[in-house]
């Protein structure tokens, strides 16, 4: 979530192209109006009529249960939920008045294992380790997590709480590094040359130079004045055997004007919100206010901008999503702050929207080129908050699909393989918190982690969903992604995933071929080879099965048009022989 931010008055995309954009993107809301069956939802806090497509619910935690929550002021920004990290079966669950630790071994039964009180901001976590570090930027953080409020400013922290939490039913904080601006969000970054630390990379949105525990670095001066507290990412080493240790190592400066060297070279950007890093393509995405950077970060300690672009349709630049090849990149546009209501009728569809870029390499190295708007394609009541959000990729082989929440919008998953044609394929929502008041709820963050999208509700809890087959996806598909475990994920953080050869593997780009046209004899035969091959691949008839899967794969490229499944029927082939 942002703070409210005047919109950018940068151009780019002008012209006829963009009023044709401004005008086609009102269209789907409102032909949708009429048929999509979430139009109409009954509201309430715990008792919201519900809707779901092409998902199933695995669970519903509700914050009314305990925890960081006061029945008496059920709705109070004071205990929002926010953001979501995992590791293992953990879950990490951030909340404006601490966190809590989730035992998700049993992903239709979360449990909690510990409330951890201390506000201090909407307290975004990550895990690494058996360190968890939590984002500290409201006014009301104290050194000692206590609840009194400040009555010094001595007592005040702003910036990155370090806990072990090596127990998660028991964590201790065992650091904390004071930040200029406080901390907003933040990235955890690996150094693959050094496995001793690991990097965070800081963004802060408070006022400059407003937190007096921060170090003396800290300063509200102008762009000229030397280190001044805006216009920089601060990237704080932490030693992972001496945590307390952990400090700012460099103040980098992305949004320097190459020419002349000012600070401020990028105009109407001193910030960033999220910076999103995938270390093993060497890239960050940042989403800056009014600019989406792309960031070399091969050296993680000195983070350096490649490339920005600007939207005259976006307000502020919130977050990015990679794909896996990292040949894309959505970025999210947070109009309205996230508490506004921004998906009603005659809402831009273009404004509150993700924009898709292609990553393209050039002789100058890699630029970002916009393709396309992708936003909620319904309608929401004024009492919804609802524009995009977080979300992440779905790993499904062949295609680029994301979840995403849209706060009361609930949430969406869509398909951008088509950089210029996203489609959404499934969804989930629920009626207002409030039907009379437009009151802040619904989803923060929709992640997909180890077979399951988990949604953190601010007003409500934790959900967890299912995809479920449907003419988008089918169950061998979604198989294959069900399959695709990581040890730990973090918001800002993505993980490159790779498909071993597979029976499954094969069946799911033979579902992708025959969504594409494939079919008649030559699908008959795909399907008869395969199973083929894994009934006997064991037994004498093994070579048999295995060169028929070669044989067929010869037919299928002659045929044209269907490479993966091809290469899929090849390398399974191989992996049997």
Request: hydrophobic share 35%.
């Amino acid at each position: 979530m942002g703070a409210q931010h005047p919109r950018s008055r940068r151009r780019r995309w002008l012209g006829s192209f963009a009023a044709a954009a401004l005008v086609v993107g009102l269209l789907p809301a409102a032909a949708a109006a009429d048929t999509d069956p979430r139009i109409g939802l009954g509201g309430g806090q715990f008792d919201a009529e519900e809707v779901i497509s092409n998902l199933e619910t695995v669970a519903n935690w509700s914050k009314a249960d305990g925890g960081l929550f006061n029945p008496d002021l059920p709705t109070n920004s004071a205990y929002w939920i926010s953001d979501i990290a995992f590791q293992g079966d953990l879950l990490a669950l951030g909340n404006f008045y601490g966190f809590q630790m989730f035992d998700i071994s049993d992903p239709a039964d979360p449990r909690v294992l510990v409330d951890v009180v201390c506000p201090g901001g909407q307290g975004d976590p990550s895990i690494y380790g058996n360190l968890l570090f939590r984002s500290v930027e409201g006014g009301n953080g104290r050194i000692d997590c206590g609840t009194q409020g400040l009555t010094t400013p001595a007592e005040r922290f702003r910036g990155i709480q370090i806990w072990d939490v090596s127990d998660p039913s028991d964590p201790f904080q065992v650091g904390g590094v004071q930040l200029c601006r406080g901390s907003h969000t933040h990235t955890v970054v690996e150094d693959p040359n050094d496995p001793d630390h690991v990097y965070i990379y800081n963004s802060g949105t408070s006022g400059s130079g407003s937190n007096s525990g921060a170090n003396t670095h800290c300063n509200a001066g102008t762009a000229d004045t030397p280190r001044p507290s805006r216009w920089m990412t601060e990237v704080v080493k932490v030693p992972l055997a001496n945590p307390a240790a952990a400090e700012v190592v460099n103040e980098a400066r992305l949004f320097t004007d190459s020419g002349t060297g000012a600070v401020n070279g990028l105009g109407n950007v001193n910030h960033c919100h999220d910076i999103t890093a995938y270390p093993e393509i060497g890239l960050a995405a940042g989403a800056c206010q009014g600019r989406g950077l792309l960031i070399d970060i091969t050296d993680p300690a000195n983070p350096e901008r490649l490339d920005d672009v600007a939207d005259s349709n976006f307000s502020y630049w919130h977050s990015a999503t990679w794909n896996n090849d990292g040949s894309k990149v959505v970025f999210t546009d947070e109009w309205g702050g996230g508490t506004g209501a921004r998906c009603r009728p005659g809402d831009p569809m273009n404004w509150g929207a993700n924009g898709i870029y292609d990553v393209v390499r050039t002789d100058d190295g890699p630029r970002l080129e916009f393709r396309s708007y992708f936003k909620l394609p319904v309608t929401q009541t004024p009492q919804e908050n609802c524009v995009s959000h977080n979300g992440s990729l779905i790993p499904v082989p062949g295609r680029d699909i994301m979840v995403q929440a849209w706060y009361q919008g609930g949430t969406s998953v869509f398909d951008f393989t088509d950089s210029a044609n996203p489609v959404e394929i499934a969804y989930f929502d629920r009626g207002p918190v409030n039907p009379a008041a437009l009151v802040t709820g619904g989803h923060w963050s929709s992640y997909w982690y180890n077979g399951l999208i988990y949604g953190s509700e601010i007003a409500r809890g934790l959900d967890v969903f299912r995809l479920v087959p449907s003419e988008h996806l089918s169950a061998n598909e979604i198989a294959v992604a069900e399959s695709i475990t990581f040890d730990e994920i973090n918001p800002q953080g993505q993980v490159r995933y790779d498909f071993a050869p597979s029976f499954a593997l094969s069946r799911a780009y033979r579902d992708q071929a025959e969504r594409a046209g494939l079919g008649g004899n030559l699908l008959a035969n795909v399907d008869k080879f395969i199973d083929r091959a894994e009934r006997f691949h064991t037994g004498p008839q093994g070579r048999a099965a295995v060169a028929n899967l070669r044989a067929i794969a010869n037919q299928v490229e002659n045929a044209g048009g269907h490479d993966d499944l091809v290469t899929s029927l090849r390398d399974l082939a191989d992996a049997l022989s």
